[in-house]
């Protein structure tokens, strides 16, 4: 396990928070635009010290479920890590989602920084994003954007911004997602 001075930024995160102020802006099933309200589960598990040669990474292994509000059965998940670089000073977030995604996003970080800010571009060799062929093809990521705050109320409040590729459609819809949360 690692001390939390050895997770940076990140080590207010470990532990369970959960959020039902949740807002999907997304696309809908014709394509057009759907907006949904949602409720949150964050776990955030401390992984210890990861050595890369001469990095040294800390982080924290996470799951995110969420469900639209009087839903029982959740609309996404994702399983990762976030990672503190404290020699670059610089956070990171890897994660899968169950449709056939992966980001590995990153920003620069001070070890005692409340907001933190990552991002994600398609065809990058670091910090970058793969989709499966479908994805790809019918809703293709092109750029990921996330910005967290760590409130002095004790609240964790991010804007996620997945700018998406779609045939047929001009601009870039931009799939987003917003929440407060609170430890429990």
Not at 77 to 87: H, S
Not at 169 to 183: A, M
Request: proline letters at 6%.
């Amino acid at each position: 396990m690692s001390d939390a001075n050895e997770l940076g930024p990140l080590a207010p995160l470990a532990g369970v928070w959960e959020g039902d102020q949740g807002t999907d802006v997304a696309p809908s099933e014709g394509r057009g635009v759907e907006t949904n309200a949602f409720r949150e589960r964050m776990v955030f598990d401390p992984i210890g010290r990861v050595r890369n040669h001469e990095q040294s990474l800390y982080g924290l292994r996470y799951a995110t479920t969420a469900w639209r509000l009087g839903e029982a059965d959740p609309f996404h998940e994702e399983v990762g890590y976030w990672l503190w670089d404290g020699g670059a000073g610089q956070v990171m977030r890897c994660f899968i989602v169950p449709r056939g995604v992966t980001v590995l996003a990153g920003g620069d970080a001070a070890v005692d920084a409340r907001k933190l800010v990552m991002s994600a571009e398609l065809g990058s060799p670091v910090f970058g994003i793969a989709s499966n062929p479908f994805l790809d093809g019918h809703f293709r990521t092109v750029r990921y954007e996330l910005s967290v705050t760590l409130d002095p109320d004790g609240s964790l409040h991010y804007e996620e911004d997945t700018q998406l590729q779609i045939p047929d459609q001009p601009e870039i819809f931009h799939h987003t997602d917003s929440n407060t949360l609170r430890k429990v």
